[in-house]
Each structure stands twice: as structure tokens, then as C-alpha cells.
């Protein structure tokens, strides 16, 4: 089960920091990531990160932004959003795999995913 929270509303340049706590007792085996939708648009890919913290990954467009990262011993993993803009505006989803598919890509597979927290950037 993965519990996200921390959305909510924000001014352009602002910053939000969204929690995502998972309830497996494995969760340090697990590769931890966020994607976000729009409405009517597809999900897109917003960042990742390894089992062990070491290696992050993010999409083009939050890169020097966004910064992901996790707290193993709290079963937790957080995606600091800095220099909100508008079009951020999206709801954003937890997900977690063990051995997600295309690591490192554009668009990297995940298994499980939790419930959506929405995040809204006023200009």
C-alpha cells in the first residue's frame, strides 16, 4: 500500500514537498518513484529512484527543480517541488516496483501504484 500526501495549493515559484509512505516491510528492496496526469493526457513520468537512494532519475522537465529522495527506515519516499510553475498543476502518483522496466528511461514501468495527491500552481 502506498499513501501519498502533501499536495495541495501553491504559487508560481513556490515549493511543495509530497510523502509517499508505503506499508511493505520490503520497501527498501523496492525502486520508489512519482508520476503525475493531467486531465484527458496520459501519465507522465516525473522521477525515480533506487533501492538504495544512489541513483535518481527525472523527467526533462522537473530536472533542477524536483528532487526525490527516501527515508528507508520510515518506509517513506519524498519529491521536494521547487520553482512550482502552472503547468505542474497535476495530480501526482507513488509507485513502486522491485525491479521496474526501462530504468533510466523516459518512461520507466512500475507495478504498483497508490492513490493520486493533487497539486494546483496558481500564477
Known amino acids: 500500500q502506498l499513501q501519498a500526501s502533501g499536495g495541495g495549493l501553491v504559487q508560481a515559484g513556490g515549493s511543495l514537498r509530497l510523502s509517499c509512505a508505503a506499508s511493505?516491510?520490503?520497501?527498501?528492496?523496492?525502486?520508489m518513484g512519482w508520476f503525475r496526469q493531467a486531465p484527458g493526457k496520459e501519465r507522465e513520468f516525473v522521477s525515480a529512484i533506487s533501492w538504495n537512494g544512489y541513483t535518481t532519475s527525472y523527467a526533462t522537465s522537473v530536472k533542477g527543480r524536483f528532487t526525490i529522495s527516501r527515508d528507508n527506515a520510515k518506509s517513506t519516499v519524498y519529491l521536494q517541488m521547487n520553482s512550482l510553475k502552472p503547468e505542474d498543476t497535476v495530480v501526482y502518483y507513488c509507485?513502486?516496483?522491485?525491479?521496474?522496466?526501462?530504468?533510466?528511461?523516459?518512461?520507466?514501468?512500475?507495478?504498483?501504484w497508490g492513490q493520486g495527491t493533487l497539486v494546483t500552481v496558481s500564477s
Open positions: 509507485v513502486a516496483d522491485q525491479f521496474p522496466t526501462g530504468w533510466g528511461t523516459s518512461n520507466p514501468g512500475f507495478g504498483s
Open positions: 511493505e516491510r520490503t520497501f527498501r528492496q523496492y525502486f
